[in-house]
């Protein structure tokens, strides 16, 4: 490996870390157009998908895992929602991979897609801009909720092997009602917990780079720290509206890959 390459690693692990510290939104959905693309455009190697695929996955825990623990330092994390989601966003992700060998791929990416419009539509009401004072005793939501939407979005991920946690942020927000500041560290743990299968899994199986992995990693540990650092700069007004545009994006993005594998599969 060059220098210039284990450079770029570095860069790109911290930057897509970066984005979830900042927005709780894990990294894939940054980190896997980096990487397939920056390398070959800066002339400084090339990843196939099967490596992004396992470098990613290292990279969602690490930035998830350093993310949470950084937001939960300045309490804002609420364990209920962290560990009831995380237990039901893994067993809802294992229970649609293994359903995904039933369904057609391109069916699959439509109901992702449909969801992720929901999403999307559902970042822009109002609400969820509340700010909890540290001091208060911490509120209780209904666990059945929380069970509900992250096993929901674990199985429309599992189902379509894409992250899904820009969906679970503003379900969070709207159907269970927890405040956004709160939602953003909440929802890293929620990650963190469910990739931690996922990265074992890749890991005994050697379908992770090792090299590259420790590289992302390396940058994303800082990354996530600094975004979560710029995320408590940030007013839960600002955050919203960042999180509003990252998740619009993300569910055009996901309609063009509908669109192009309907296309791929008529031609």
Request: proline share 4%; hydrophobic share 55%.
């Amino acid at each position: 490996m060059t220098l210039a390459l284990a450079s770029t690693l570095l860069g790109v692990g911290l930057l897509s870390a970066f984005f979830a510290g900042l927005l709780g939104i894990g990294g894939a959905l940054v980190m896997i157009p980096l990487l397939l693309y920056v390398p070959p455009l800066l002339g400084v190697g090339h990843l196939d998908i099967k490596a992004v695929a396992g470098i990613t996955m290292a990279e969602v825990f690490v930035a998830a895992l350093f993310g949470f623990l950084a937001h939960r330092r300045h309490h804002s994390v609420d364990s209920q929602v962290a560990i009831v989601g995380g237990i039901a966003s893994t067993v809802g992700s294992l229970v649609g991979a293994l359903w995904s060998k039933t369904v057609d791929s391109t069916w699959l990416l439509l109901v992702f897609a449909s969801i992720a419009t929901v999403g999307a539509a559902l970042i822009m009401l109002p609400g969820g801009i509340t700010e909890l004072s540290p001091t208060e005793p911490a509120p209780r939501y209904s666990s059945f909720r929380i069970a509900a939407v992250a096993g929901g979005v674990g199985l429309a991920a599992g189902l379509v092997g894409a992250g899904g946690a820009f969906l679970l942020v503003p379900l969070l927000v709207v159907v269970v009602g927890v405040p956004i500041r709160v939602t953003i560290g909440s929802s890293l743990g929620v990650t963190a917990l469910s990739a931690t299968a996922g990265f074992v899994g890749k890991l005994v199986t050697h379908q992770i780079l090792l090299g590259p992995a420790v590289l992302v990693a390396a940058g994303a540990i800082p990354g996530a720290q600094l975004g979560a650092m710029m995320s408590r700069r940030l007013s839960s007004r600002h955050l919203k509206q960042a999180l509003a545009v990252t998740i619009v994006v993300a569910a055009l993005r996901v309609w063009w890959d509908v669109l192009r594998a309907m296309s791929s599969g008529g031609s």
